[in-house]
């Protein structure tokens, strides 16, 4: 669960940039530019169990245990002067095996609906959808959320993000608003229903020859299943006598109904040998493994064995022509 967690950190650090984490100052024209604008979130990423018809309040125990208020973000002012900011969750859509990522409810899927059940106390003690508050310098805020669990729960995993963003003088309203900067906490909920982790692993290849370059394995994984898994594979080479030469392995974080390819790459091999090469795949439960032997030999080195073996093909043709004349003399 942590690695997976920190994937997704990984994804979303690399679209929202340097800016959204901590928000670069922004200044108008003749402003002070002591004053600057530095918005922070905590926790930025949690993880949930769900269960049709369940309602998750500040204070269960279902909540995360990231921060002591549990189901709550703190917001924190670390710049030196007062903003307002909104709070708000949006779906969180990874797309692709280069992890594409949408915060679009147009790009919702049945995977992503728990940013739809998450709502933000506000003031008063009422659950909204979105929620603004004005913050100090300094200051850190703590909004408590909650999730209304559905009946007719979907089985597998949910994603969501939980956003935090400052806002415009001027422009303090929970719809259109213009959006200074952001920081997000990912959320992900599995549900304790008909939960599926399957896995396809196919174009499996072990390539078992090379003239020289590089010598390639490849698999292609689809993840068959309604919830998140981490799919590892491992690359080893050794020579005939049991000594590692090289070595590859690693995981790729899966998500539903995405197809993954896996790719080796061995470079600068070996000038000329034979090497025992295992490679080995594992996704869900499924596992794919062979072990080869492989060769690298290059051209001119064939081109000589070709030739050394023509050469005593003949000259053994040679040898039993000469010892059939023999046989023949004796026998006249």
């Known amino acids: 669960m942590k690695k997976f967690l920190l994937t997704l950190l990984a994804s979303l650090s690399l679209l929202t940039a340097a800016g959204t984490l901590f928000a670069l100052p922004t200044f108008a024209e003749g402003e002070d530019t002591a004053k600057t604008t530095w918005l922070q979130i905590s926790p930025t990423a949690v993880s949930l169990t769900l269960e049709a018809g ?44 280069d992890y594409s990522l949408s915060f679009s409810e147009d790009a919702s899927t049945s995977y ?31 909004i408590p959320w909650k999730v209304d669990v559905p009946e007719d729960l979907p089985g597998g995993s949910q994603y969501a993000v939980i956003w935090a963003q400052t806002v415009r003088d001027g422009e303090a309203t929970t719809t259109g608003v213009q959006t200074v900067s952001q920081a997000g906490m990912v959320v992900k909920a599995r549900s304790t229903g008909d939960t599926r982790e399957s896995a396809d692993i196919t174009e499996y290849n072990l390539q078992r020859f090379a003239f020289g370059g590089n010598l390639t394995a490849s698999a292609t994984v ?102 059939q004349e023999r046989k023949a003399r004796k026998l006249v």
């Not at 204070?59 to 709070?87: H, K, W």
């Open 222 to 323: 689809t993840n068959t299943g309604n919830t998140d898994f981490v799919a590892y594979y491992d690359y080893t080479a050794k020579t005939l006598f049991g000594k590692e030469i090289y070595t590859d392995s690693g995981d790729v974080s899966a998500f539903p109904d995405t197809t993954y390819h896996i790719n080796i790459d061995w470079q600068d091999i070996p000038f000329l040998g034979i090497f025992q090469v295992n490679f080995r795949v594992s996704a869900a439960g499924t596992v794919t493994e062979e072990s080869h032997i492989v060769v690298v030999m290059p051209v001119f080195i064939m081109v000589l064995l070709i030739l050394l073996l023509t050469v005593i093909i003949v000259w053994i043709i040679i040898i039993i022509r000469k010892r």
């Open 112 to 142: 992503t609906q728990i940013y739809r059940w998450i709502s933000f106390q506000d003031l008063d003690g009422s659950y909204v959808s979105a929620i603004q508050r004005q913050i100090n310098p300094g200051e850190t805020v703590t």
């Open 54 to 97: 369940q309602d998750i309040n500040p204070g269960d125990d279902a909540c995360p245990n990231e921060i002591d208020a549990g189901c709550a973000v703190e917001v924190t002012n670390s710049g030196t002067q007062p903003f307002t900011f909104r709070v708000y969750a949006s779906p969180y859509v990874v797309t692709g095996e």
